[in-house]
């Protein structure tokens, strides 16, 4: 029976080759998915879309692997379809749409396919045709990526490199991504990577490489993520400063009270932390005081204008820096430098500020008690004429006896004009004999006849 397939495509094959050579190409014919992927043990289908009548037409073809290896798959027309009897993965032919099918997928099934296929229309002598390729790929789930670092030992800035490599134990087709405290490591100019991403390489490591980095795998059917890898960089000293929570500070220059014990601590920015130096100066010489972060020193005991230095040196970057700063000794009240140093207190601009909104303030409450004082405005009214007085404010009673009583003058906000006519009317007035005269005065001389109301 074996032999009966294997003649009949030979046969067939032999058909194919005395076919004569068409000149006519149909590039609509046909329609495959360019890229298709697979997992393995899993089924798949090239599927196959004919944009012709499959059943007025005559049509044979074939498929082929074509790469990694030149492999005839199956060859057919529009009744037969005849596979390759040597492969052990056989694809099966569906008719008529010719869409070839995968029953079990492996990695050797992974490559370029081609289909091809000479189409007879009616009443057109040559046949028409067509080719179409599509790539096949069939991954293998990743597994969880592992981070390896060359190194392991200590990694010094601007002196030493790091190799970081991500692997995986199962997974076809994968492709690398580094993330650095969950943000994307990209190439730069000491940032360097393999070709697919799996291997990253820092020349020379820096300060700010140091953090977590994780690994991504990933392939067409799966992703997953490595657990976290600390790189961890010697670097330093950087910023270094001296400060201190009882001394004012000017640039390089403490103000500390004369009685006051005064501790300096040396700060700088360093892994692992510094060892700090203190040491005083003078013209001709230098002292080393002490060894150590904090430095406490008595200024009474010490000749005015005193000039210090602090050094830090890194043990493994062997790297230094140093500053200096000079003592004052200045009698500036107790928690004066703290203030100033944390921000807390009322800086001098903010001071003047206050103090010059405050005497605006009392200068214009001055004015405005001159131009417009009560009692001012009561002795006005009283030494006019009647005739003048009965030109104001009419109060609407018929006997002023109605009228008697202690009243008070109440500002009301909104109604200048009446303020305004006050004043213009005390502006007249030349002169004040009694400046003690109040109102239950003015109101107990007013006569007993019917008169205006001094009071709107």
């Not at 057109?124 to 789930?141: D, E, G, Y």
């Not at 601009?349 to 005497?359: A, G, R, W, Y």
């Amino acid at each position: 029976m074996e032999c009966v397939g294997v003649t009949m495509f030979l046969l067939m094959s032999t058909i194919f080759l005395i076919i004569p050579g068409t000149d006519t190409k149909c590039t609509e014919c046909v329609s495959l998915q360019p890229t298709q992927h697979g997992k393995v043990g899993d089924s798949m289908l090239l599927k196959v879309e004919t944009h012709f009548d499959v059943q007025n037409v005559t049509f044979q073809g074939s498929w082929y692997k074509i790469k990694p290896n030149n492999t005839l798959l199956v060859t057919f027309d529009n009744i037969n379809a005849i596979p390759n009897l040597r492969l052990t993965n056989r694809p099966a032919l569906s008719l008529p749409d010719v869409s070839l099918k995968f029953v079990h997928l492996d990695e050797e099934t992974q490559g370029e396919y081609e289909l091809q296929i000479n189409i007879v229309f009616p009443g057109i002598p040559s046949p028409v045709a067509a080719t179409k390729r599509v790539t096949v790929t069939v991954s293998v789930p990743v597994s969880i990526p592992v981070i390896n670092k060359t190194p392991e030992s200590e990694l010094v800035e601007d002196r030493d490199n790091v190799t970081l490599t991500c692997s995986v134990e199962h997974g076809t087709n994968v492709q690398y991504k580094w993330l650095k405290n969950n943000m994307v490591v990209g190439p730069s100019e000491r940032h360097t990577f393999s070709q697919d991403y799996g291997t990253l390489v820092i020349n020379p490591v820096k300060k700010e490489d140091i953090g977590q980095y994780i690994c991504e795998a990933q392939n067409h059917i799966s992703s997953k993520l490595s657990k976290p890898a600390e790189l961890i960089v010697f670097y330093g000293p950087y910023n270094l400063a001296v400060n201190s929570e009882q001394g004012l500070k000017t640039e390089g220059v403490f103000m500390v009270n004369p009685e006051e014990l005064v501790f300096f601590e040396c700060i700088a920015d360093s892994n692992p932390p510094n060892t700090c130096v203190w040491i005083s100066k003078t013209k001709n010489s230098t002292e080393v005081l002490m060894t150590g972060p904090r430095f406490e020193v008595k200024p009474h005991e010490l000749p005015q204008g005193k000039e210090f230095l602090c050094r830090a040196f890194n043990n493994m970057t062997k790297k230094q820096d140093e500053t200096k700063f000079t003592l004052v000794m200045s009698s500036i009240g107790k928690g004066k430098a703290k203030y100033s140093q944390e921000g807390s207190a009322l800086s001098p601009l903010t001071f003047i500020t206050i103090s010059s909104v405050v005497i605006i303030v009392c200068m214009m409450f001055v004015l405005l008690r001159k131009s417009c004082h009560p009692r001012r405005m009561i002795k006005t009214i009283y030494r006019r004429p009647m005739t003048e007085q009965r030109g104001l404010h009419r109060s609407g009673h018929e006997d002023a006896t109605e009228d008697f009583g202690i009243y008070e003058f109440v500002s009301v906000p909104g109604k200048m004009d009446s303020t305004q006519a006050s004043c213009r009317s005390l502006a007249r007035l030349d002169s004040v004999k009694d400046l003690h005269t109040t109102i239950y005065d003015v109101i107990k001389h007013v006569p007993e006849t019917p008169t205006l109301s001094l009071l709107k």
